[in-house]
């Protein structure tokens, strides 16, 4: 079966920076739209990130633009997503998905992915 494992999510200080992994197990991400969202408690689960696999565009929420970059490495089957210049408001469980096909004027929205992993902690102190 298809499996998301993340790992990378931790503690750190307004302004650092942290990187985000989240290897794959039973779909290719390379011919899969991937993506990455987060939750914060008691909020609904919100966009962040995705790359749309047909022509590898990048797309990113207002409030990550220019400091959150989502990547894939094809060899290892693996997505990333690098966290700069962090804010307390990025404190969340961040969560990869990944979907073989959708409308691509839908890819943020969470109902587009049928992939999920189970999520990792991310916590930026003031």
């Known amino acids: 079966q298809v499996q998301l494992i993340e790992s990378g999510g931790g503690l750190v200080q307004a302004g650092g920076s942290l990187r985000l992994s989240c290897a794959a197990s039973?779909?290719?991400?390379?011919?899969?739209?991937v993506a990455w969202f987060r939750q914060a408690p008691g909020k609904e689960r919100e966009f962040v990130a995705a790359i749309t696999w047909s022509d590898e565009r990048l797309n990113y929420a207002d409030s990550v633009q220019g400091r959150f970059t989502i990547s894939r490495d094809n060899t290892k089957n693996t997505m990333f997503l690098q966290m700069n210049s962090l804010k307390p408001e990025d404190t969340a469980v961040y969560y990869c998905?990944?979907?073989?096909?959708?409308?691509?004027?839908?890819?943020?929205?969470?109902?587009?992915?049928?992939?999920w992993g189970q999520g990792t902690q991310v916590t930026v102190s003031s």
């Open positions: 039973g779909i290719t991400l390379m011919t899969n739209n």
């Open positions: 998905a990944a979907q073989y096909s959708f409308d691509y004027r839908a890819y943020a929205r969470t109902n587009s992915y049928d992939y």
